[in-house]
C-alpha cells in the first residue's frame, strides 16, 4: 500500500509565476489536509478536504491560494502570483476517517 | 485555541543513551499523534495515541489524557534517532482534521 504521493517534490518559480502542488492520498483514503512548514513559524493547518469537498480552510490565506480534491485526480493546491515569503515546505496528509493522518514527503517549494 | 508545548526544546545524547521527550497540551483532545522529521525533512508517523501506551521497538509513548501530556521514549538511541521530534494534537468538535502541532524537541545523537 503506497503511502501518501506528493509531488514535485521541490518546486523553483520566479515571483508571480503560478506554483501547483499534487497530492494523491493513500488507498482508502478520503480525506485530505495541507500543512505549511515555514522557518521560522512550524508546522501550521492549512486546509481540510474531502472528495469534491472543502470541510475547513480557516488556515488558508485569504489571497492568492486554493485547495480542491475533485472527485477524479489527486488533492491540487494552488499558489497565484507567488511571492518570496510563500517559500517553504507544503505536505499533504490523508486519513480514512478521522483518524490517525499520514503524511507525504512534502514539496520545498522556492520562491526567486 | 489549544496550546501544544514540548519539551525540551533541544537534545543531545550519546548513542545507546536514553531519553523522554514530553508534549503538554492545553485541553482534552480527540487525537494525538508523535512524528518524527528526519534531516531529509520527511515526516514519519510514529504514534497515534489520544490515550494509553504504546510500544514500537525501541520507541513507546504513553499519554495521559485527563493531566493533559504526553511522553516518548526513546531507548537505546542511535544515530538515527537524530531530526525533530513533533507532537500534534486534535482538540474540540470544531477541531475534527485540523492538528495543531508543537515546537517540537530537535534531537541530536552523536556516536
Known amino acids: 500500500n503506497a503511502g501518501v504521493m506528493q509531488n514535485p517534490r521541490h518546486l523553483v518559480r520566479r515571483r508571480g509565476q503560478e506554483a501547483r502542488l499534487r497530492c494523491s492520498p493513500m488507498?482508502?483514503?478520503?480525506?485530505v489536509y495541507w500543512y505549511r512548514q515555514l522557518p521560522e513559524e512550524g508546522l501550521k493547518f492549512m486546509v481540510y478536504l474531502q472528495k469534491e469537498n472543502i470541510i475547513d480552510e480557516s488556515g488558508m490565506p485569504k489571497e492568492r491560494f486554493s485547495a480542491e480534491f475533485p472527485k477524479e485526480g489527486p488533492s491540487i493546491l494552488r499558489i497565484q502570483q507567488v511571492v518570496r515569503g510563500d517559500s517553504a515546505a507544503y505536505f499533504c496528509?490523508?486519513?480514512?476517517?478521522?483518524?490517525?493522518?499520514?503524511f507525504g514527503q512534502g514539496t520545498r517549494l522556492t520562491v526567486v | 485555541g489549544i496550546q501544544v508545548e514540548q519539551s525540551p526544546p533541544d537534545l543531545i545524547l550519546q548513542e545507546g543513551a536514553n531519553s523522554t521527550l514530553r508534549c503538554n497540551f492545553s485541553?482534552?483532545?480527540?487525537?494525538l499523534q508523535w512524528f518524527h522529521q528526519n534531516p531529509w525533512g520527511q515526516l514519519i508517523n510514529l504514534f497515534y495515541?489520544?490515550?494509553g501506551t504504546k510500544q514500537n521497538g525501541r520507541l513507546s509513548a504513553t499519554t495521559v489524557a485527563t493531566e493533559r501530556y504526553s511522553l516518548l521514549y526513546i531507548s537505546s538511541s542511535q544515530t538515527t534517532d537524530s531530526g525533530v521530534y513533533f507532537c500534534a494534537v486534535e482538540a474540540g468538535a470544531d477541531s475534527w482534521g485540523k492538528l495543531q502541532f508543537g515546537a517540537g524537541t530537535q534531537v541530536v545523537v552523536t556516536p
Open positions: 488507498k482508502g483514503h478520503s480525506h
Open positions: 485541553d482534552s483532545v480527540n487525537n
Open positions: 495515541i489520544p490515550s
Open positions: 496528509a490523508s486519513s480514512p476517517g478521522r483518524r490517525e493522518a499520514f
